[in-house]
C-alpha cells in the first residue's frame, strides 16, 4: 500500500494540447477537496520550469506529482524530481502524449484521476544520454529531422507531421554510418534511424521496440536499415517482432554511440541539433508512475 496521500503537486502545461486546462484543474481540485488533501498548482511558462518545481519540492513535503502535459512537460518534471520517491500520475494533455499510450491510461480526464488516486505503481528504468533523461524513445537521423522541420512549420497535429516527411525524406542524407561500443563488443551498422528506446510506441502509435520491456535494467538500440514503407506500416499493427531485414535490434544496459559526421538527434520529441557522439545509462527503476490496475508491463 501507498502511503497516505496529505498533499499533491499539479504541473501543469496551459498551452499543451488543445483543451481547457482549467476545467481539468477544477476537477482535481475539487476531488483533493473533498478528501481533504492539499493542493499546490504549478502552471509552466516555458522559462526555468525545471528550476521551480525543483524550488517547490524542496520547500514542501509532496506525496505525490500529477503532470497535465505532453512528453516535454514530463520530462522536465522527471528531471526536477529525480532521486526524490515521488511518484508521479499523468493526465494526457499533450497533443501526442507519446509517453503515455505505452500505460493504458483511460481516455477521459475522470478516469485518470481515479489512477492518479489509487496504490496500483510501476517502476520503470530511465535511460540517461549525456546530460538528458529519456522517458521512452531517442534517435539520430531522419525522425529527428522530421522533428526539426515540424517544430518550424506554422501548423500543428499529426496531419502537420505527414506533410514534413516527404520533403524531408529528398532533403536527408540517410542512411548514417554509426559506431557503437556496448557491453564489452563494438560494431559498425548504417541506418536511417537509429533509435534508443525504453518503451515500445511512439506517439503516433507505431510500436517499434514490441519486445522491450520497461523495467529490465535494459534497454534497445534499433537500427532502422531502411525506410520500408511495407515494414513500417506493420509498426501500427499488433506484431511480436520486427523484421531483421528491417530493423537491427540489441538490448543493452549502457552504450556509446559515435559518428564520423554531425546526426540529427532527439529525446521524446525534443530536436537537440546535430550530434556526433552520446554516452547512455540506464537508471534503474528511477520512476514510480501511477497505471491502471489491468496494466501489464509485458513481465
Same mark, same amino acid.
Not at 124 to 143: C, E, P, Q, R, T
Not at 162 to 184: A, C, N, R, W, Y
Given at each position: 500500500?501507498?502511503?497516505?496521500?496529505?498533499?499533491?503537486?499539479?504541473?501543469?502545461?496551459?498551452?499543451?494540447?488543445?483543451?481547457?486546462? *482549467?476545467? &481539468?484543474?477544477?476537477?482535481?481540485?475539487?476531488?483533493?477537496?473533498?478528501?481533504?488533501?492539499?493542493?499546490?498548482?504549478?502552471?509552466?511558462?516555458?522559462?526555468?520550469?525545471?528550476?521551480?518545481?525543483?524550488?517547490?519540492?524542496?520547500?514542501?513535503?509532496?506525496?505525490?506529482?500529477?503532470? $497535465?502535459?505532453?512528453?516535454?512537460?514530463?520530462?522536465?518534471?522527471?528531471? $526536477?524530481?529525480?532521486?526524490?520517491?515521488?511518484?508521479?500520475?499523468?493526465?494526457?494533455?499533450?497533443? $501526442?502524449?507519446?509517453?503515455?499510450?505505452?500505460?493504458?491510461?483511460? !481516455?477521459?480526464? *475522470?478516469?485518470?484521476?481515479?489512477?492518479?488516486?489509487?496504490?496500483?505503481?510501476?517502476?520503470?528504468?530511465?535511460?540517461?544520454?549525456?546530460?538528458?533523461?529519456?522517458?521512452?524513445?531517442?534517435?539520430?537521423?531522419?525522425?529527428? *529531422? &522530421?522533428?526539426?522541420?515540424?517544430?518550424?512549420?506554422?501548423?500543428?497535429?499529426?496531419?502537420?507531421? &505527414?506533410?514534413? !516527411?516527404?520533403?524531408?525524406?529528398?532533403?536527408?542524407?540517410?542512411?548514417? #554510418?554509426?559506431?557503437?561500443?556496448?557491453?564489452?563488443?563494438?560494431?559498425?551498422? #548504417?541506418?536511417?534511424?537509429?533509435?534508443?528506446?525504453?518503451?515500445?510506441?511512439?506517439?503516433?502509435? $507505431?510500436?517499434?521496440?514490441?519486445?522491450?520491456?520497461?523495467?529490465?535494467?535494459?534497454? #534497445?538500440?534499433?537500427?532502422?536499415?531502411?525506410?520500408?514503407?511495407?515494414?513500417?506500416?506493420?509498426?501500427?499493427?499488433?506484431?511480436?517482432?520486427?523484421?531483421?531485414?528491417?530493423?537491427?535490434?540489441?538490448?543493452?544496459?549502457?552504450?556509446?554511440?559515435?559518428?564520423?559526421?554531425?546526426?540529427?538527434?532527439?529525446?521524446?520529441? @525534443?530536436?537537440?541539433?546535430?550530434?556526433?557522439?552520446? *554516452?547512455?545509462?540506464?537508471?534503474?527503476?528511477?520512476? @514510480?508512475?501511477?497505471?491502471?490496475?489491468?496494466?501489464?508491463?509485458?513481465?
Amino acid at each position: 500500500m501507498m502511503k497516505e496521500i496529505n498533499h499533491v503537486l499539479f504541473v501543469v502545461n496551459p498551452i499543451a494540447g488543445n483543451d481547457n486546462k *482549467e476545467v &481539468l484543474i477544477d476537477l482535481v481540485q475539487t476531488e483533493l477537496r473533498n478528501q481533504n488533501i492539499e493542493l499546490t498548482v504549478y502552471t509552466t511558462t516555458g522559462d526555468g520550469d525545471g528550476h521551480q518545481i525543483k524550488d517547490l519540492v524542496k520547500k514542501h513535503k509532496f506525496d505525490r506529482v500529477f503532470i $497535465a502535459g505532453g512528453d516535454g512537460t514530463i520530462k522536465i518534471t522527471t528531471e $526536477a524530481i529525480l532521486g526524490k520517491n515521488l511518484p508521479i500520475a499523468i493526465f494526457t494533455a499533450g497533443s $501526442a502524449n507519446g509517453f503515455a499510450k505505452n500505460f493504458d491510461l483511460p !481516455s477521459t480526464y *475522470e478516469e485518470q484521476l481515479k489512477v492518479a488516486l489509487s496504490d496500483f505503481v510501476f517502476k520503470m528504468d530511465l535511460v540517461k544520454i549525456n546530460d538528458h533523461i529519456s522517458l521512452h524513445l531517442a534517435d539520430f537521423g531522419v525522425n529527428a *529531422e &522530421l522533428i526539426q522541420n515540424y517544430d518550424k512549420a506554422e501548423w500543428r497535429g499529426k496531419v502537420s507531421y &505527414l506533410m514534413q !516527411s516527404v520533403p524531408t525524406l529528398m532533403k536527408s542524407g540517410h542512411p548514417f #554510418e554509426f559506431d557503437i561500443s556496448t557491453d564489452g563488443k563494438s560494431f559498425s551498422i #548504417e541506418a536511417s534511424v537509429l533509435s534508443i528506446a525504453n518503451c515500445q510506441k511512439y506517439g503516433t502509435g $507505431a510500436c517499434i521496440n514490441p519486445t522491450g520491456l520497461m523495467d529490465d535494467g535494459k534497454f #534497445e538500440i534499433i537500427a532502422f536499415k531502411s525506410l520500408n514503407l511495407i515494414e513500417i506500416v506493420k509498426t501500427f499493427t499488433n506484431q511480436v517482432e520486427l523484421n531483421p531485414e528491417f530493423a537491427e535490434t540489441h538490448s543493452v544496459s549502457g552504450a556509446t554511440i559515435t559518428c564520423k559526421d554531425p546526426v540529427p538527434f532527439q529525446i521524446d520529441g @525534443e530536436y537537440l541539433g546535430e550530434l556526433t557522439k552520446i *554516452e547512455i545509462s540506464i537508471l534503474k527503476k528511477g520512476l @514510480e508512475l501511477f497505471v491502471p490496475e489491468s496494466f501489464k508491463a509485458n513481465t
